[in-house]
């Protein structure tokens, strides 16, 4: 269960009304969508990635690749501000839990050095779960 004091004053049962069961498995529970079944793994709209319990801005799809890990991958978030990043040593290894800075939902992991050609050779592998896109009109305005 996310415990963080930055969970926008709701309770757990407020936001197990407000999320639907996957939702809140994934953002307050901390879990993971199967790899290949979110509906942004292969998205190409040009728009903003949001926060789906909060809707703070997360991510651009300026920065979104294809990873083909199987969850949407960015190399960078909009605004560093917008994650807080953690130590995460569940399931016998060591990662860095990616959460929304605003309301500490879990968003997925962060990886560096992977070999992947990016400007900062960072993964943000993020539960499209964890995410709303808003797309943008004109291109140029989700720049």
């Not at 969970?7 to 969508?33: C, F, I, N």
């Not at 990662?95 to 070999?115: K, P, T, Y």
């Amino acid at each position: 269960m996310v415990s963080n004091a930055r969970s926008s004053g709701k309770t757990e049962q407020e936001w197990r009304e407000q999320l639907s069961p996957e939702e809140y498995r994934v953002l307050r529970g901390g879990g993971t969508e199967a790899p290949f079944t979110g509906e942004y793994t292969d998205a190409t709209t040009v728009g903003v990635y949001r926060c789906r319990a909060c809707g703070t801005e997360l991510f651009r799809s300026q920065t979104k690749f294809a990873s083909h890990c199987g969850w949407p991958s960015f190399y960078a978030p909009s605004d560093t501000d917008a994650v807080e990043l953690r130590e995460d040593r569940s399931l016998g290894m060591a990662r860095v839990e990616v959460r929304c800075a605003n309301c500490g939902s879990h968003l997925g992991h962060v990886f560096h050095g992977e070999g992947y050609q990016t400007p900062t050779d960072d993964r943000y592998c993020i539960n499209s779960v964890s995410l709303t896109l808003e797309p943008v009109e004109h291109p140029g305005e989700a720049s």
